[in-house]
């Protein structure tokens, strides 16, 4: 859980007004300094190194944040980085957020919400691919 940055180049919140995102993991606002290196990093799924995709929806979620900060330490950047996520999720429901909820907390760390939009979806680009993770992270330039 080590960034890459020495300090955080952006601030997560929650404005006053919109209801507590914290229980689910994310927060509602993330600014970023001017002058911070963007990378954004592509979707990414539950599939290993050798294109295996485990039929288990939590395995799947496991192996793509491992897959995520595996691209994000190709660029120099670690999971603390992180500012925003866009989360796409087959055959949605509550008991899977609550496991990417989980996942994401043992990826990322309790204390590390990002801004983030969950997006429920009939199906991805592989057969039998149940959850895909894109994000963007700001480091010092």
Not at 92 to 101: A, K, Q
Request: with cysteine; glycine share 8%.
């Amino acid at each position: 859980m080590n960034s890459a940055s020495p300090r955080p180049v952006f601030a997560l919140s929650n404005p006053v007004g919109l209801y507590d995102p914290a229980p689910n993991g994310y927060s509602h606002l993330a600014q970023v300094e001017a002058g911070a290196r963007w990378i954004l990093v592509a979707g990414q799924g539950g599939e290993t190194a050798d294109g295996a995709l485990d039929p288990d929806f939590r395995a799947q979620v496991r192996q793509a944040m491992a897959n995520l900060i595996t691209a994000l330490a190709a660029a120099g950047a670690g999971p603390r980085d992180v500012v925003k996520f866009t989360v796409l999720v087959v055959d949605h429901s509550h008991e899977r957020l609550h496991v990417f909820g989980e996942e994401l907390v043992a990826a990322f760390g309790a204390d590390h919400r990002p801004a983030c939009t969950l997006i429920p979806v009939p199906r991805l680009a592989l057969d039998g691919m149940l959850f895909e993770i894109e994000a963007s992270a700001a480091v010092a330039a």
